[in-house]
């Protein structure tokens, strides 16, 4: 699952024609961590999926997708059963929507 959504965010990065260095300025997060995730060092995070949701919007859905697990159907079911850290950034997510004016 995680490979899908790093397949999805080395696409855009390779759309762009960015290396790690300047892909990494671009979407707001430090080089070394999207380096370490990009080769599977470090799994998803917060850091990253708040650089996406914040400057890669079309790709909100693939980060949803990977939140929700083999469970999506495009939007969050009242019944869906989540991983303890994906609800905790799941929950995170939804605080950084209410605060910011882009949501």
Do not use: C
């Not at 899908?4 to 671009?26: C, R, S």
């Amino acid at each position: 699952m995680d490979k899908a959504l790093i397949k999805d965010i080395v696409d855009y990065q390779e759309k762009l024609q960015l290396n790690d260095t300047d892909f990494a300025f671009y979407i707001g997060m430090k080089r070394s961590l999207w380096g370490m995730t990009k080769q599977g060092q470090k799994s998803i995070g917060l850091t990253l999926i708040r650089a996406v949701y914040k400057n890669i919007p079309h790709l909100r859905a693939s980060v949803d997708k990977w939140l929700l697990g083999n469970n999506y159907k495009g939007h969050l079911p009242a019944h869906v059963a989540l991983s303890t850290a994906r609800k905790i950034v799941l929950d995170r997510l939804d605080t950084i929507r209410k605060n910011s004016s882009e949501y």
